[in-house]
């Protein structure tokens, strides 16, 4: 990578320099260093403003926001957020306007701001089935379904949760599978429904098994020891 960058800086590639910082700020925000990560990504955001991609800019304004948003600085995150979607708007990047407006619906979430989160939840499940994104339809069926639990609408919430299984099995997006399973354990547990509970812990640990993620492996199995627990099924 820094290779690339380097030679990037080289031959004067604007695009290539916009893209090697952004990627060197993705690497410190998965090390969860994000004051490196704002570091770097502000340098891509300076770059990309001089070329007039628009997309691109977009991108990195919405990585900057994430930022802020793991630091807490949830005002900042949501400046962030919003301007990324005028200019998607602007530009009429329909996939664009739709995973930010989950990323403010999952925003809204963190300020226990429900009926907001649903909002943009909404928005962003309408327009992913516009562009017929099946990922991207579960991952919001999802979402609503989270917020629809903390509201206590645990009818509402499965319905949607359940819904975004069927989609991720039929796409086979074992992440997200991972995710829904985990959800759907964790409204039935709140329910008291224990067995069923257990039922989709077996399927999330069978799945992060095949995936080699022996920590999440390891957390699956401590949260069906406490359903069996509970059942008193030592």
Do not use: P
């Not at 695009?15 to 910082?21: F, N, P, S, Y």
Request: aromatic share 12%; with cysteine.
């Amino acid at each position: 990578l820094r290779e690339a960058s380097s030679l990037a800086e080289k031959i004067s590639y604007t695009r290539g320099r916009a893209i090697t910082q952004k990627l060197f700020g993705n690497v410190w925000y998965d090390y969860n260093q994000f004051d490196k990560a704002l570091e770097y990504y502000n340098i891509s955001h300076a770059i990309w403003k001089t070329t007039g991609d628009k997309m691109e800019l977009a991108k990195i304004i919405s990585n900057i926001g994430n930022v802020y948003g793991m630091k807490g600085e949830y005002q900042k995150c949501l400046e962030y957020f919003l301007i990324s979607l005028k200019i998607d708007e602007e530009i009429k990047n329909i996939k664009g306007i739709a995973s930010t407006s989950g990323n403010i619906g999952e925003l809204y979430v963190f300020q226990q701001n429900n009926e907001l989160a649903l909002h943009y939840h909404r928005k962003s499940l309408a327009l992913y089935k516009d562009l017929n994104y099946v990922k991207g339809i579960a991952r919001a069926l999802n979402n609503i379904g989270m917020v629809y639990n903390l509201m206590h609408n645990t009818d509402s919430s499965l319905i949607y949760m359940t819904e975004s299984v069927l989609l991720s099995e039929k796409s086979q997006d074992k992440t997200a599978l991972v995710n829904s399973y985990g959800n759907i354990s964790r409204v039935y547990t709140d329910l008291g429904q224990h067995q069923k509970s257990i039922e989709y812990l077996l399927k999330t640990l069978q799945l992060v098994s095949s995936m080699g993620s022996k920590y999440a492996a390891g957390i699956s199995c401590i949260d069906i020891a406490k359903n069996y627990l509970v059942l008193k099924q030592y």
